[in-house]
């Protein structure tokens, strides 16, 4: 009997299971990683590139369509845990989508996420809550490369007019901290527009949050990017070049621009 089971299964799977359509795909972030070793072989360490040299060099490696216009995901009933790196359904104990930084094709990394499910041991009403509240999935100020990519890229509500009426509303910042040097920066920018900036390591480890925002990142790394990126980046520089103390005339060809990422 087993027999004519599992033969009744292999014939079933035979008809409905579909070959793959690319049965041998090529991993954009290999290929980005071997092109890019191979053109820079021939340059010594400590040797100057010239940025057009460069950016001739990495013609054709990176996607050439941009990424949709992010939105706003709104969610109700979350578990705030802090440290965990993102929000979970509080009927469920699952990880709410978009509530987690991510990089690569596919969403394949999630490098601050430490868990993707809890257990609900506790009903909501038993915990701390928030009536509203908008959600940065990572917002850790302790590096300038990272802050003006994969921060700024959840900033675009509070940046760009029109986005979003958020006034007085808090704002959770998880891997925020004070001592941070770019930590001053990130709270400026949030209260310019009435919000209240929140570390998490200051409030409750475990907390209800009643109604949650969060925003779609306008950029990820080695996935993409999009308009709203460039505009966000543009409001940020505007701000920041009229808010400090400079006497800016000219820019000296001699000087050096050092790029991060």
């Given amino acids: 009997m087993n027999d004519i089971l599992r033969e009744s299964s292999q014939l079933a799977v035979a008809a409905w299971v579909e070959p793959p359509f690319e049965p041998h795909p090529i991993d954009p972030v290999l290929r980005w990683q071997q092109y890019l070793d191979s053109e820079l072989d021939d340059i010594e360490v400590g040797h100057a590139v010239h940025l057009r040299t ?34 979970f359904d509080g009927q469920t104990g699952l990880a709410i989508p978009g509530s987690m930084l991510t990089r690569f094709p596919r969403h394949r990394q999630t490098p601050y996420t430490q868990t993707h499910w809890v257990e ?38 509070v ?4 986005a979003t009426d958020l006034t007085g509303w808090p704002v959770l910042l998880p891997q925020c901290d004070s001592s941070q040097p770019l930590a001053g920066t990130l709270f400026k920018v949030l ?32 996935a993409g990017t999009s ?10 520089g505007n701000w920041l070049m009229s808010s400090a103390d400079l006497h800016i005339t000219a820019l000296d060809c001699r000087r050096r621009i050092f790029l991060s990422r």
């Avoid at 009903?123 to 590096?143: K, N, R, T, Y």
């Avoid at 109604?211 to 990142?217: A, T």
Wanted: hydrophobic share 45%; glycine share 4%.
């Fill in 227 to 236: 308009p709203t990126h460039f505009r966000s980046a543009e409001v940020l």
């Fill in 54 to 87: 460069l950016i001739a060099r990495l013609n054709g490696l990176f996607p050439e369509s941009l990424n949709d216009v992010p939105t706003l995901l709104e969610y109700h009933n979350v578990i705030h845990i802090n440290g965990a790196g993102a929000l």
């Fill in 191 to 222: 209260r310019r527009r009435n919000l209240s900036p929140l570390l998490s390591i200051d409030c409750p480890r475990v907390m209800h949050l009643r109604r949650v925002k969060i925003p779609e990142p306008s950029m990820r790394l080695h």
């Fill in 159 to 162: 940046l760009l007019e029109g």
């Fill in 120 to 157: 609900l041991t506790r009903p909501l009403e038993s915990l701390h809550a928030i009536e509203e509240v908008l959600w940065i999935p990572h917002a850790a100020c302790d590096m300038f490369g990272h802050w003006m990519t994969e921060i700024l890229a959840y900033l675009w509500p």
